[in-house]
């Protein structure tokens, strides 16, 4: 059974900082692209940052120079380091994982790319 938990939201003052986790099991996670997504309600998930599986990084274009994503293949982790966090990065941040095999079916903050997604964790920032 595949398992996304994600951890570390919370509530922070403009120009602080979080660092968010996913830990991931029930799935060969190397063979994986693992990325954060976002949503406030009333508007659409969006893509943050992706990590693939061969290495390749990717950020939103709110979120470059800001955020840091990681992940570590023997820990079957996923991190994202958000520092400067600005109101507008309020959402639940969400993990994702989708397989290797559709790295070329779209870009990769393609929402049905994704098959397993952990259960969101909320990121509250006040001005």
């Known amino acids: 059974q595949v398992h996304l938990m994600e951890s570390g939201g919370g509530s922070v003052q403009a120009g602080g900082s979080l660092r968010l986790s996913c830990t991931v099991s029930?799935?060969?996670?190397?063979?994986?692209?693992m990325t954060w997504f976002r949503q406030v309600p009333g508007k659409a998930r969006e893509g943050v940052s992706c990590f693939t599986h061969s290495g390749t990084i990717y950020y939103a274009e709110s979120v470059e120079g800001r955020f840091t994503i990681s992940r570590d293949n023997a820990k079957h982790t996923l991190e994202l380091q958000m520092t400067n966090l600005k109101p507008e990065d309020t959402a639940i941040y969400y993990c994702a994982a989708a397989n290797k095999v559709y790295e070329t079916s779209g870009s990769w903050s393609s929402l049905p790319k994704y098959h397993y997604w952990g259960q969101g964790t909320q990121v509250t920032v006040s001005s």
């Open positions: 029930g799935l060969l996670f190397e063979y994986y692209d």
